[in-house]
Antibody, heavy 121, light 108 residues
């Protein structure tokens, strides 16, 4: 069965960096586009970033563009989110997510348990 | 950016009653809409994709319709486990992929 397990969350000060990881199993990781979606406390989900299955393209929400970098290591079945210049408004639970099927139909059938990132001085 | 607007923000319903949730897109998103259920402390669960197709394992009391800019999720007879927050999401025009603000279905 598909499993997504995030790690790397924590409490950090504004302006600092953090890297999240998402270890995938139960499917052929290298053939799927992968996403990060975050959810601030008491708010709805917010899409953060997308990397295509072959790493050829990445896409970002305007709120994180230039500060966050999504990447993948198919040899380790792992997705990453490098976050820099963190702001208090980046405080959220960060989910790794996979769409239901391959292709550009991004309804998320699979979610990890989330990694909590708190940005506070 | 496509803005997804959900209404109402909160819906108070008695168990066994019908619940109707709405989602409006700021521009046409064809039928590329998903609905999710989220319970406290859990990740969202996919209920509906392609505007009206139930995801694997989702009970038949959940149904959805719509295309273009207007979408509806209906829960025909609310069970205790259905009290949760529901989100719509469009995946037609991206980036960014966008979610609605949610409708909380609470016990009346």
């Amino acid at each position: 069965q598909v499993q997504l397990v995030e790690s790397g969350g924590g409490v950090v000060q504004p302006g600092t960096s953090l890297r999240l990881s998402c270890e995938a199993s139960g499917f052929t990781f290298r053939t799927y586009d992968m996403h990060w979606v975050r959810q601030a406390p008491g708010k709805g989900p917010e899409w953060v970033a997308l990397i295509l299955y072959d790493g050829s393209n990445t896409y970002y929400a305007d709120s994180v563009k230039g500060r966050f970098t999504i990447s993948r290591d198919d040899s380790k079945n792992t997705l990453y989110l490098q976050m820099s210049s963190l702001r208090p408004e980046d405080t959220a639970l960060y989910y790794c997510a996979r769409a239901r099927i391959r292709g550009y139909t991004y309804s998320y059938a699979y979610w990890g348990q989330g990694a909590l990132v708190t940005v506070s001085s | 950016e496509v803005v997804m607007t959900q209404s109402p923000a909160t819906l108070s319903v008695s168990p066994g009653e019908r619940a109707t949730l709405s989602c409006r897109a700021s521009q046409s998103v064809s039928n590329n809409v998903a609905w999710y259920q989220q319970k406290p402390g859990q990740a969202p669960t996919l209920l509906i994709h392609t505007a009206s197709t139930r995801a694997t394992g989702i009970p038949a009391r959940f149904s959805a319709s719509g295309s273009g800019t207007e979408f509806t999720l209906t829960i025909s007879s609310l069970q205790s486990e259905d009290f949760a927050v529901y989100y719509c999401q469009q995946y037609n025009n991206w980036p960014p992929l966008t979610f609605g603000g949610g409708t909380k279905v609470e016990i009346k």
